[in-house]
């Protein structure tokens, strides 16, 4: 008998409390989401099914969770700990972008700067709020709305933060279609949503392989806290236009970024446990992600307003909201909201153009504040 | 680094001893630069490769072009199949 009433205190009921059941439930509703709603499915399966295996309740003596030295979650966990996976995506990325409306419109390229504003302004609103500068800069990244970005700096500078940070820059990115467009439509007019742009022009050869080698160069010299990053993100791009590379191409933009995404979700999803997510901590930085998002958004729909007033062929403001990155969701919703006012205005490949120089942008800011606040 | 207690001191003081307001502005000074760089570079890129190609001009393909660059898959579509079909039985029907 003894030895039954043991095991029962072993049990996930004994070991619960009400936090582990609230994740659980929060899991269940990513899952949901995913599912019924087509969020991110991609991402917010494994992190909800990840949220719920890791807020089961085992005794202490058993090394089960992701935190535990040895045991098979904290193996997986190890490569979002060390940053390993983030660039492995961005491989994967690299691999399956196609950089040729940017580069047929290289203005554009800077509304995927000024949306970075988001990352800097949120740095601003932790610090005010009593984060130390190196949290600040973790939490700011949200901004970029770039998952694997935001965890590489979160690794770097505030491990302990990286399950809300990875939770919330995942969380907004899936609801990118709801955030972005009232921002969209209350900083825009009719008229410039209905902006027509022209035909991107074709891009040959030698211009697709020059290019990743050329900008990683550039960005890398500039901000080599961006090294491990955006030389993935152009390595992976170099396999695909080279065209000698095409198997390897395939892998990185099929099968290696299938099992990275699995894992850096699973592992992060785990390593949400009640215990060390519910927080007053992980509230602010919910609350400074959305307000991130939304900064970014603006900071992208400004910048194309700006460029408007010294350009002759006038941009349609709406693609400047896919500045924040959030590869392709934020160009779909730029796609989406431009056909509510002229369904045979097609802004999608244009949206590309400033969607994949924010995945540049973000890394470079991630660059920038990790030699920063790592001195 | 970090802290594991909750001690939130809502200040503007944190932001400038946190140097947040230098950081930012610098911050996006550089994203700005660094991608004004490779804005231009690729604004000038077709200029130079004009230059490039007069003397070592763009040979023929060994490898097929690149998935960027295809335009048409290899397996004809639905349509496609439909509108090959029509003719043909038109024809057919001519002759």
Redesign the interface.
């Known amino acids: 008998m003894d030895i039954f009433l043991d095991f029962l205190h072993t049990t996930g009921f004994a070991q619960m409390t009400l936090g582990n059941f609230a994740m659980i439930i929060i899991g269940l509703i990513f899952i949901t989401l995913a599912i019924t709603k087509d969020y991110e499915p991609l991402l917010l399966v494994p992190i909800g099914f990840g949220v719920v295996v890791g807020n089961i309740g085992y005794v202490d003596t058993m090394t089960l969770g992701v935190y535990d030295e040895g045991s098979v979650l904290n193996y997986i966990y190890f490569g979002v700990k060390q940053g390993i996976f983030p660039p492995l995506i961005f491989l994967g990325i690299g691999a399956m972008t ?1 950089f ?1 409306t ?2 047929s419109n ?2 554009l ?2 509304l ?2 000024a949306a ?2 988001g ?3 949120t ?2 609103g932790a ?4 984060f ?6 973790a939490i700011g990244i949200i901004g970029g709305a770039d998952g694997p970005t935001a965890i590489f700096l979160s690794a770097k ?5 990286l399950g809300p940070i990875a939770i919330a820059a995942y969380s907004y990115m899936a609801l990118v279609p709801v955030i972005q467009p009232p921002i969209m439509k209350l900083l825009t007019t009719r008229e410039e949503r209905l902006i027509r742009m022209s035909e991107p022009r074709v ?6 392989i ?2 990743p080698i ?2 990683f160069l ?2 890398a010299l ?2 080599p806290g961006s090294i491990a990053l955006l030389g993935m993100l152009f390595f992976g791009n170099l396999l ?5 590379t ?1 198997r390897l ?1 395939n892998s990185a933009r099929n099968a290696l970024i299938d099992i990275v995404t699995i894992l850096l979700g699973f592992s992060v999803g785990a390593s949400t446990q009640a215990q060390t997510f519910l ?3 992980s509230l ?1 930085i919910f609350g400074l992600g959305a307000l991130s998002f939304c900064v970014a958004t603006a900071g992208g729909v400004l910048g194309a307003k700006f460029m408007n007033l010294f350009l002759k062929q006038k941009i349609n403001p709406l693609i400047g909201a896919a500045g924040v990155s959030a590869v392709p969701d934020s160009a779909r919703v730029v796609q989406m909201v431009g056909q509510q006012e002229d369904p045979h205005n097609y802004l999608l490949m244009h949206a590309m153009a400033p969607n994949v ?1 924010g995945v ?2 973000s890394a ?2 991630a660059g ?2 990790w030699s ?1 606040m790592v001195k | 680094m970090g802290r594991n207690d909750v001690n939130f001191h809502f200040d503007v003081q944190n932001i400038i001893d946190g140097q947040g307001i230098d950081i930012a502005i610098t911050g996006m000074v550089i994203v700005f630069f660094a991608l004004s760089v490779i804005s231009l570079f690729i604004a000038a890129l077709p200029r130079i490769l004009t230059v490039v190609a007069q003397k070592w001009p763009e040979s023929e393909d060994r490898h097929g072009p690149a998935p960027s660059q295809t335009v048409l898959s290899a397996a004809p579509s639905d349509e496609m199949v439909a509108a090959i079909a029509i003719t043909l039985h038109r024809r057919k029907g001519v002759a």
């Open positions: 196609d040729s940017m580069l290289p203005k390229i800077l995927g700067a970075q504003i990352i800097f302004l740095l601003i610090l005010y709020l009593g130390t500068p190196e949290e600040a800069g500078l505030a491990p302990h933060l891009i040959g050869r030698r211009e697709r020059i290019f050329a900008a550039i960005a500039i901000a695909k236009e080279s065209g000698v095409e191409a927080k007053p901590d602010l120089a540049v942008g470079i800011g920038i504040l920063v």
